[in-house]
Nanobody
Framework: QVQLVESGGELVQAGGSLRLSCAAS????????MGWFRQAPGKERDFLAA????????YFADSVKGRFAISRDNAKNTVYLQMNSLKPEDTAVYYC????????????????WGQGTQVTVSS
């Protein structure tokens, strides 16, 4: 069992940056691919990025490629999402999740989820 807790979401102006963190409990964090998703009101949960178990490979949705970066620190059981050049359409609840598969953008392939952190980008 892995418990995930996201943090770092806040209100930011368009063009700004944020770094989200996701802290995992348990001793098996490095066994999982980690991913980030987001969900805006009334919309489906969208895949953003994934990172392999050792952090050596990353995979991004086209919508955020070049603006977002994903990284992990297995010694700290934490995965990060660096978001740059934020736009109002990036406003959503952001979730981290753990999967046995890599690379995968399918939410159904992720077995553990955090509760989410709100990111609001003002214009």
């Amino acid at each position: 069992q892995v418990q995930l807790v996201e943090s770092g979401g806040e209100l930011v102006q368009a063009g700004g940056s944020l770094r989200l963190s996701c802290a995992a409990s348990g001793r098996t964090f490095s066994s999982y691919t980690m991913g980030w998703f987001r969900q805006a009101p009334g919309k489906e949960r969208d895949f953003l990025a994934a990172i392999s178990r050792n952090g050596g490979d990353t995979y991004f949705a086209d919508s955020v490629k070049g603006r977002f970066a994903i990284s992990r620190d297995n010694a700290k059981n934490t995965v990060y999402l660096q978001m740059n050049s934020l736009k109002p359409e990036d406003t959503a609840v952001y979730y981290c999740a753990a999967s046995w598969y890599y690379p995968t953008a399918r939410p159904n392939n992720y077995v553990y989820w955090g509760q989410g952190t709100q990111v609001t980008v003002s214009s």
